[in-house]
């Protein structure tokens, strides 16, 4: 079958590891990257897999329209501010890797049905921390509709931060707790998220606390087993450190996320999981949507 032709917009870590992961995708095809200042890696690889490089952020995205059905965005929120309106009018499928809130949120393993069913083209990735606590706190919530307050506490290598990341905590903040509301289905939740980072080339590690009923723990451990087994499925680094306990009024779990062979280290779970999250959201609509053209949009 013809893979779908994609572009990046960014040319920094994680448009590294999207662009590297996505040459093994037997769905997608990298066809153009936007950016603006040149990097001999990127450049490597980019040349390896025949992927044109274009530095016209102007006009690029729309000169080159015919070229990609998907865009993806590895840049920072205020670069994703400032394009947005481009995006939106292209008419493709957006993939919005920064914390911008710009589009649909998305968890693969969450509402990836409800997206195509309802025609969205832009989806906002959250955060890699979203990415993997989240799912764990909607898995708590099928157990406890009430719970009153949730916490992630994101823990990644620092050598894993580009400076688009760095430029944009408040965003990661804002919509990572945006995002456990919305995904535990309860917007007066008291959601909190709270990023760290260390220097030690150490795997990424998420700790999710929730304030609910001790007495549903063996509930909680199955509802949760499963859904880590969900998310495995397209994060095969994505593992469980320690099973649902009670600490007092709290659950609490412990993720850690290791990043599989690419073009990063292995400790960059958090690059990895975002990456793949992206591409397995991409693939999902454009397999639903195979042999017709992608609807046309409901943004
Ligand atoms: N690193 C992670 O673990 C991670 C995980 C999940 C999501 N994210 C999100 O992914 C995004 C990229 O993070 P990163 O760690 O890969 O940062 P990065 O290495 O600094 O890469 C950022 C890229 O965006 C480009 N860029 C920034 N502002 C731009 C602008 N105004 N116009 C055009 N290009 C612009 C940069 O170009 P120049 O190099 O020319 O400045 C660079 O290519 C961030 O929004 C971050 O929150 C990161």
Redesign the pocket.
Known sequence: MRKIPIAIF??????LDLLSKITESPILECKIVF???K?PTFEKLAARHGVRMEYD?IHGFNKHAGDYEALFD??????HR?YSPVFKNLDKLIIN???EKAGHLCMPALNMQTLIDNRVKYFDMV??GGQAGIPIIHAISEVDKDIEYAELFIN?TSE??????RA?IDE?IDTTEDGIRFFAKNRTLRAKAIATANNAKRNMRVTVYAEMSPNKIGEIRVSVDKMVKEVQKYVPGYKLLVEPLVEGDHIMVSLEIRGIGDFTPEF?G??DI?ARAAIQAAEKFFIANRNQRPPSSIQ
Do not use: D, E, M
């Not at 590895?74 to 670069?79: D, K, R």
């Not at 894993?160 to 990341?165: C, E, I, T, V």
């Open positions: 960014g040319n920094g870590l994680v448009a950016c603006r200042t990097k952020l590895c840049t920072s929120a205020l670069a400032k890797l920064t914390p955060s890699c990644a894993s931060l580009g400076a688009g990341s944009n990661y960059f958090n690059v975002i």
